[in-house]
């Protein structure tokens, strides 16, 4: 059984850094692609961030990059997203992702969710 559980969300205002956690529990999680996903208010879901099983490929939607930061401790079955220079934009909630596959580029099939963790950023 395989579960992912987010942390870290919450209120911000514009520019402000948030990091994201998501714990997840179960085999192969050192073999597996992760990413993190997010949903804003009347839109669908969107890729932000991938990151490959051994953490040496990332992937990032455009509007993110050069502001978030994907990251993984195999050791501790954690992916992490470093979220810098926050905008409203940036305002919805993240889900974490685990991959079929080794690799986590958006077009992977993703199996297992957790259940979301809120960002809110106010200007």
């Known amino acids: 059984q395989v579960h992912l559980v987010e942390s870290g969300g919450g209120l911000a205002v514009v520019g402000d850094s948030l990091r994201l956690s998501c714990a997840v529990s179960?085999?192969?999680?050192?073999?597996?692609?992760m990413a993190w996903w997010r949903r804003a208010p009347g839109k669908e879901r969107e890729f932000v961030a991938g990151?490959?099983?051994?953490?040496?490929?990332?992937y990032y939607t455009d509007s993110v990059k050069g502001r978030f930061a994907i990251s993984r401790n195999n050791a501790k079955n954690t992916v992490y997203l470093q979220m810098n220079s926050l905008k409203p934009e940036d305002t919805a909630v993240y889900y974490c992702?685990?991959?079929?596959?080794?690799?986590?580029?958006?077009?992977?099939?993703?199996?297992?969710w957790g259940q979301g963790t809120q960002v809110t950023v106010s200007s």
């Open positions: 992702a685990r991959s079929r596959s080794r690799y986590s580029d958006g077009k992977s099939e993703y199996l297992w």
């Open positions: 990151i490959s099983y051994i953490g040496d490929m990332t």
């Open positions: 179960g085999r192969d999680f050192s073999t597996s692609g």
